[in-house]
């Protein structure tokens, strides 16, 4: 079982930045990998980041690569998603994830703990 907690959410103009934080519970972290989904209102969850249980590989989607980078600390249990040159459209809850497999991967199906969501609202 794991439980998840992100943290670091809020209100930022366009351009700017933020880092979001996801603490895990449980003793075996370093063996999941770890993924962030985010999903804007009237919109399905969606993939935008995804983590090997090492932290040597990493996945992104289109839209934020170059802009977003996910990472990891096996030893704070915690993963994180820092987003710089925010554009409007990247508003939405954020939510933290975890599979239990070394692999990073795409599909919001192969994730089994989620957490509970961090509102991430950017204007203009």
């Known amino acids: 079982q794991v439980q998840l907690v992100e943290s670091g959410g809020g209100l930022v103009q366009a351009g700017g930045s933020l880092r979001l934080s996801c603490a895990a519970s449980?003793?075996?972290?370093?063996?999941?990998?770890m993924g962030w989904f985010r999903q804007a209102p009237g919109k399905e969850r969606g993939f935008v980041a995804s983590?090997?249980?090492?932290?040597?590989?990493?996945l992104y989607a289109d839209s934020v690569k170059g802009r977003f980078t996910i990472s990891r600390d096996n030893a704070k249990n915690t993963v994180y998603l820092q987003m710089n040159s925010l554009k409007p459209e990247d508003t939405a809850v954020y939510y933290c994830?975890?599979?239990?497999?070394?692999?990073?991967?795409?599909?919001?199906?192969?994730?089994?703990?989620w957490g509970q969501g961090t509102q991430v609202t950017v204007s203009s």
């Open positions: 994830a975890a599979r239990p497999a070394a692999t990073t991967a795409w599909g919001s199906s192969y994730y089994n703990y």
């Open positions: 449980g003793r075996t972290f370093s063996s999941y990998a």
């Open positions: 983590v090997s249980s090492s932290g040597g590989n990493a």
